[in-house]
């Protein structure tokens, strides 16, 4: 929902409904009360903070919760809606009328938290009824399987459901939304296919969309018909899906990027209603991208079935039996955990032990929540790495359940390792274990 402006544009119009109804009352205004205040990027801004401006919101969201059935809304530049006069308020007219309202706070309230403004960056920073858009998430990624992550210490955050910006208001890891792709910018695709945005047929002369695009072409610019860059490509695809479906939050998966669709580069879309925005199913005729679709299906199988996948209450990082167990636990490629400078030092291999021994909460008949436990591997590395799986007290044999350097991947591998065995892992790849007694 997209209550933060109108289509009337700036103070040089159109006029369309609220400017002709009540331009001051409506809008945010310059100093000169003729120019807009302009936090969106669209040329004006609702004043959310005038009363009328905020009924007719909350009357509109109401409506859509009690006659229409919706359970939830995403709101477009949030931080824009949470302004009180100019500065982002946590405490504002906006945020505290939907905390208040016994129809609205029961709802799912997502934020794309931040608008064009100054200090209006704002993820991590909304009240614990809301969930957000994470972009770092979305950053770190992108840097980690482009090999351009300085080191993993931001990438072990994101994969745990990002304590550090949600943790300290009280709120759950299900408050960040994880998302490598989103409605603007590039497919999933075209971020391994592309590393410039191609928008000339917007009309705008390529001006228009972000040039900050953290996409990788895997050496090749477009479509290409080398096997070599195709089948790199799709492998960076399976390594970012898995590791998307394997992560702590709330994942976000944009219609089409699990059967490959491509806008060809076109990383602002908003005005293609033609092939160039259209989802064509017909990709699924493809072998390639079918198999990309069922690895997609399998990762949601497997993490609806996973507690431990999907946990509620962010990792403690310590040992709640006497062997010396952890909930979570960090290993570098020699199977050792890792130390303060091991975070710290460049990296392209990490590995990540989820414990299901360790789940808070109770399940619906009141008993322990108990799961498999987990050793997620990823390796961005340019060429193959050995990895030493740790020992006691982690596990004693590991079963191969997602192998992203193979391209058939409808059933489960089901190769079995002993601890302390060396994995030989291929460049770019995601290995996930599972502990067997």
């Not at 933060?4 to 409904?17: F, I, K, M, V, Y």
């Amino acid at each position: 929902v997209v209550y933060n402006h109108t289509a009337e544009a700036d103070q040089r119009g159109p006029s369309l409904s609220l400017r002709g109804i009540d331009n001051r009352g409506y809008y945010r205004l310059q100093g000169d009360a003729r120019h807009y205040a302009d936090y969106t990027g669209c040329g004006n801004t609702l004043h959310v903070v005038q009363p009328h401006v905020l009924r007719l919101i909350t009357d509109s969201l109401r409506y859509w919760v009690t006659e229409m059935g919706v359970d939830g809304f995403r709101f477009d530049l949030a931080a824009a809606l949470a302004r009180s006069m100019h500065d982002v308020d946590m405490l504002s007219p906006f945020l505290a009328v939907i905390a208040q309202d016994p129809v609205l706070r029961r709802v799912k309230l997502i934020a794309e938290p931040w608008d064009v403004g100054s200090g209006g960056y704002q993820v991590g920073a909304f009240p614990p009824l809301w969930t957000e858009w994470n972009d770092r998430y979305r950053g770190a990624v992108r840097d980690f399987w482009r090999g351009a992550l300085p080191d993993v210490r931001d990438l072990g955050y994101r994969l745990s459901g990002s304590s550090d910006l949600y943790a300290w208001g009280g709120r759950r890891p299900y408050a960040s939304v994880n998302f490598i792709t989103a409605h603007d910018g590039f497919t999933l695709r075209d971020l391994v296919s592309y590393e410039r945005k191609h928008n000339e047929a917007n009309g705008e002369g390529n001006r228009d969309g972000s040039d900050d695009n953290r996409s990788w072409n895997c050496g090749t610019e477009g479509e290409t018909d080398d096997e070599r860059v195709r089948a790199l490509r799709r492998r960076q695809l399976r390594n970012l899906l898995t590791t998307l479906l394997l992560s702590t939050g709330v994942p976000m998966l944009v219609a089409g990027d699990e059967l490959g669709r491509t806008q060809g580069g076109n990383n602002n879309a908003y005005c293609q209603d033609n092939e160039i925005s259209w989802l064509d199913w017909g990709l699924l005729e493809d072998p390639g991208w079918r198999e990309l679709f069922e690895l997609t299906a399998r990762l949601i199988a497997l993490r609806h079935a996973h507690p431990v996948l999907r946990r509620r209450a962010f990792f403690s990082g310590r040992a709640h039996s006497a062997d010396g167990l952890r909930d979570l636990a960090w290993f570098t490629a020699h199977g050792s955990e890792m130390t303060e400078g091991d975070w710290y030092a460049p990296a392209a291999t990490l590995g990540m032990y989820l414990s299901g021994r360790d789940i808070p909460g109770r399940d619906a008949r009141g008993a322990a929540v108990l799961d498999d436990s987990f050793l997620a591997v990823l390796h961005a590395g340019e060429g193959p790495v050995e990895f030493v799986l740790p020992g006691t007290p982690w596990a004693e044999r590991y079963e191969v359940v997602v192998d992203t350097s193979r391209e058939e991947q409808t059933q489960a591998p089901g190769v079995v390792h002993r601890a302390g065995a060396v994995v030989d892992v291929p460049a770019r790849t995601v290995l996930l274990l599972r502990v067997v007694a």
